[in-house]
């Protein structure tokens, strides 16, 4: 599975976003897509994901609970992040993913909030 991620730029705090991952044609099933980021020197931690089949289940971190909404699309191969509220602790490179027997990652795209 490819992933192509885009989206990211510079905001002002306060501000909004939305980022895209696509998923290329893949033979394995896809269970779930979502993001994670890494700010700098610090550890990769989850954003949001989504179940791509069923119920569309979702997961959030705690940090973005309530600004942050994870959509996907009716074939399961894109995810959409709509970030709001973005404040600077949210600056980080963001990673899509995509789950099927392994755990499949995007390049990267770079959100900046400044203050």
């Known amino acids: 599975v490819q992933l192509q991620a885009s989206g990211g730029g510079l905001v002002q705090a306060g501000g909004s976003l939305r980022l895209s991952c696509v998923a290329s044609?893949?033979?394995?099933?896809?269970?779930?897509m979502g993001w994670y980021r890494q700010a700098a020197d610090q550890t990769r931690e989850l954003v949001a994901t989504?179940?791509?089949?069923?119920?569309?289940?979702?997961k959030y971190g705690d940090s973005v609970k309530g600004r942050f909404t994870i959509s996907r699309d009716n074939a399961g191969n894109t995810v959409y992040l709509q970030m709001n509220s973005l404040k600077p602790e949210d600056t980080a490179v963001y990673y899509c993913?995509?789950?099927?027997?392994?755990?499949?990652w995007g390049q990267g795209t770079l959100v900046t909030v400044s203050s």
């Open positions: 044609e893949s033979t394995f099933i896809i269970n779930a």
């Open positions: 989504i179940a791509t089949g069923g119920d569309g289940r979702i």
């Open positions: 993913f995509a789950q099927t027997h392994q755990t499949f």
